[in-house]
C-alpha cells in the first residue's frame, strides 16, 4: 500500500536550468522504513545552449529516476511533519509560488509549512543520492592545535540514516539531534572562506583548522573568518 506521494515544482520564477520538477512514490517497508521510486527532471532547458548549462555546473542531462528502500528513522521524520502540518486546497497559485502535491490516504493537499517541506525533500533527495552512490555523507575533519595537545575530530552527517555525530581520534563518539545538523552548518558556512589563504598541508602549528572533505585545510581566523567558538561549542564532550 502507498504510504505516501510527493510531487514538487519549483516557481515560475526559477528559470533553468535550475527549474525542476520531483515525484516521489513511498510504500510501507516490512522492516519499518519504506520503499520509494524518486523521479527528478529538470525543466526548459530548450533554451539554453550547452555551455550555458554547463557554466552553471550542471551537466547536459542530469535527470534521476532511482530506487531503494530509507530506514524507520524517514518514515517517523515524514509522520512527524505530516501531524503538524495544516493541509490546504488551493485552485491556484502564484507565480512565486512553489507547486506541491501531497496525498496520503486522504485528497491530495497543499502544505501550509512549505518552508519544512522544502527542507525534508532536500533532505530525503540527499539520503536517496548518498543511498544510490551518487554523493557520499557529509564529512568534515577538525584539528585543534595548542601547546599542550592535539585534538583531531570527524563530524559525520548521514542523510540516509538520518544521524550525526562527532568522533575523536580515541574513538568517543557524541551523537546529536539530526535536526542540529543544519545548525552546525549554518555556523560554518556564516564566516568568510579565503581561499587565497589555505593550504593542502596538514596542520601542525597551533590553531584551529577545518578540512570539508577534500585536501584543503581552512584555518580558523586567516582562511576561515568566524568566531572560533561557532566551531569549538560543538566539540564539547
Same mark, same amino acid.
Given at each position: 500500500m502507498n504510504l505516501f506521494e510527493i510531487r514538487f515544482q519549483t516557481s515560475e520564477l526559477i528559470p533553468p536550468p535550475y527549474a525542476h520538477a520531483i515525484e516521489i512514490l513511498a510504500q510501507n517497508d516490512p522492516k519499518g522504513g519504506f520503499s520509494y521510486i524518486f523521479e527528478i527532471s529538470y525543466l526548459d532547458r530548450e533554451?539554453?545552449?550547452?555551455? !550555458?548549462?554547463?557554466?552553471?555546473?550542471?551537466?547536459?542531462?542530469?535527470?534521476?529516476?532511482?530506487?531503494?528502500?530509507?530506514?524507520?528513522?524517514?518514515?517517523?521524520?515524514?509522520?512527524?511533519?505530516?501531524?503538524k502540518t495544516k493541509k490546504t486546497y488551493p485552485t491556484e497559485i502564484e507565480d512565486k509560488e512553489d507547486f506541491w502535491e501531497i496525498l496520503t490516504v486522504d485528497e491530495p493537499f497543499y502544505p501550509k509549512n512549505t518552508r519544512e517541506w522544502k527542507i525534508f525533500l532536500e533532505e530525503m533527495?540527499?539520503?536517496?543520492?548518498?543511498?544510490?552512490?551518487?554523493?557520499?555523507?557529509?564529512?568534515?575533519?577538525?584539528?585543534?592545535?595548542?601547546? !599542550?595537545?592535539?585534538?583531531?575530530?570527524?563530524?559525520?552527517?548521514?542523510? !540516509?540514516?538520518?544521524?550525526?555525530?562527532?568522533?575523536?581520534?580515541?574513538?568517543?563518539?557524541?551523537?546529536? !539531534?539530526?535536526?542540529?545538523?543544519?545548525?552546525?552548518?549554518?555556523?560554518?558556512?556564516?564566516?568568510?572562506?579565503?581561499?587565497?589563504?589555505?593550504?593542502t598541508k596538514m596542520p601542525k602549528r597551533t590553531g584551529l583548522f577545518l578540512n570539508l572533505g577534500d585536501e584543503i585545510w581552512y584555518e580558523v581566523g586567516k582562511s576561515l573568518l568566524t568566531q572560533p567558538s561557532k566551531i569549538t561549542k560543538w566539540l564539547a564532550y
Open positions: 533554451s539554453l545552449t550547452e555551455d !550555458e548549462i554547463l557554466e552553471e555546473g550542471f551537466s547536459l542531462n542530469d535527470d534521476l529516476q532511482l530506487k531503494g528502500t530509507l530506514p524507520l528513522a524517514w518514515k517517523s521524520a515524514f509522520d512527524a511533519l505530516l501531524e533527495r540527499q539520503a536517496i543520492t548518498e543511498q544510490n552512490k551518487l554523493e557520499l555523507p557529509l564529512n568534515f575533519q577538525i584539528k585543534r592545535i595548542d601547546q !599542550e595537545l592535539t585534538e583531531d575530530y570527524l563530524v559525520e552527517g548521514k542523510f !540516509e540514516e538520518r544521524v550525526f555525530q562527532i568522533t575523536k581520534k580515541d574513538g568517543k563518539t557524541k551523537e546529536l !539531534e539530526w535536526i542540529k545538523l543544519n545548525n552546525f552548518l549554518k555556523d560554518i558556512f556564516s564566516g568568510e572562506f579565503v581561499y587565497e589563504k589555505t593550504s
